[in-house]
Nanobody
Framework: QVQLVESGGGLVQAGASLRLSCAASGRAFSLYYTGWFRQAPGKAREFVAR???????YYANSVKGRFTISRDNTKNTAYLQMTSLKPEDTAVYYC?????????????????????WGQGTQVTVPS
């Protein structure tokens, strides 16, 4: 079992920065893939970023160059540093863990590749 708890969301103005954290407990954090997804009202959950156990990262095109995913295995925590925030970044952000390797290869952006999810943290960027 893996438990994930996100924090760091909030209301910020366009152009500002936020850092989200995902604290993990349970199975060995350093061994699994960690992803960030987001879901805006009325929209499907969408991929934001993923980092492998070895530090290989993928980003959605919409956040590439603005967001940075990282992990600190000594703290069992993953991070999503978000800069130059835009109103279209408004969503609930979810941390997800893939403990089975299903997000390897081309399926890294599929929610179904992840078997554990946090409760989400709201990010609001008013227009």
């Amino acid at each position: 079992q893996v438990q994930l708890v996100e924090s760091g969301g909030g209301l910020v103005q366009a152009g500002a920065s936020l850092r989200l954290s995902c604290a993990a407990s349970g199975r060995a954090f350093s061994l699994y893939y960690t992803g960030w997804f987001r879901q805006a009202p009325g929209k499907a959950r969408e991929f934001v970023a993923r980092i492998s156990a070895g530090g290989i990262v993928y980003y959605a095109n919409s956040v590439k160059g603005r967001f940075t995913i990282s992990r600190d295995n000594t703290k069992n925590t993953a991070y999503l540093q978000m800069t130059s925030l835009k109103p279209e970044d408004t969503a609930v952000y979810y941390c997800a863990a893939d403990t089975n390797g299903r997000s390897r290869g081309s399926t890294y952006d599929a929610p179904s590749s992840y078997d554990y999810w946090g409760q989400g943290t709201q990010v609001t960027v008013p227009s």
